[in-house]
């Protein structure tokens, strides 16, 4: 077998990863940024999505602006884009996360409301039967945002809210965003079991 077919079989045995990212306007659009940033660092293809709230928050919580968010990505699209390849299930993807997740967004998903191009994109991976992780930001929770989750996890979704992990002994902000952001690669298969500090149990009080 000459080189240059051995390169292309390994192309087609080893295709790059590509997820789509959608951040919503509920706070915490430092965790959508972190995961783009981390999803680069592990060479998986991006396509992005941000709602009209979505970018106002970003502004606000990051100071970053359009361009910059857009430059951390493999692909944009706008969230009006209704037509755009994320619509159909024909566009293949190894899943979706929004992070964050508004309840907006959550309730819509839990009801399908194709409304925008993130929830439809969304409803495309839960039909589809691929992983669809919703970084849910909101507290307390009301009835309805329950309901909707428990709809949602029904449907095939996973439901994880970015709650901190202590164990780990953070001393940064960083290190908080990290670790949620760590655990959202694993539903994913990405990374080591090196990148954070996973838990190892601990030694009985004395």
């Known amino acids: 077998m000459s080189a240059s077919r051995r390169v292309v079989l390994l192309e087609i045995a080893l295709p790059t990863a590509r997820l789509v990212v959608a951040i919503t306007g509920a706070t915490g659009a430092v965790y959508g940024t972190r995961l783009l940033a981390a999803l680069r660092e592990h060479g998986v293809e991006t396509h992005l999505v941000v709602s009209r709230a979505g970018w106002l928050t970003l502004?606000?919580?990051t100071g970053l602006g359009r361009e910059a968010l857009v430059a951390m990505a493999s692909h944009h699209?706008?969230?009006g884009e209704i037509g755009a390849r994320l619509a159909s299930g024909s566009f293949r993807h190894d899943g979706?996360?929004?992070?964050?997740?508004s309840m907006k967004t959550l309730a819509a998903l839990a009801h399908g409301l194709d409304d925008n191009l993130i929830t439809r994109a969304a409803d495309v991976t839960l039909k589809e039967r691929r992983r669809l992780v919703l970084l849910a930001r909101e507290t307390p929770l009301t009835l309805a945002?329950?309901?909707n989750m428990t709809l949602v996890t029904q449907m095939?979704?996973?439901v994880m809210p970015?709650?901190?992990a202590f164990y780990a002994k953070p001393a940064t902000i960083d290190e908080l965003v990290d670790y949620t952001v760590h655990r959202v690669l694993d539903q994913f298969g990405?990374?080591?079991n090196h990148d954070y500090g996973r838990?190892?149990?601990v030694a009985p009080a004395r």
């Open 59 to 61: 502004h606000q919580e």
């Open 156 to 158: 095939g979704g996973v």
């Open 77 to 79: 699209y706008d969230a």
């Open 199 to 201: 838990w190892n149990g």
């Open 96 to 101: 979706m996360v929004v992070a964050p997740c």
């Open 190 to 192: 990405i990374g080591s």
């Open 162 to 164: 970015p709650v901190p």
């Open 145 to 147: 945002h329950l309901s």
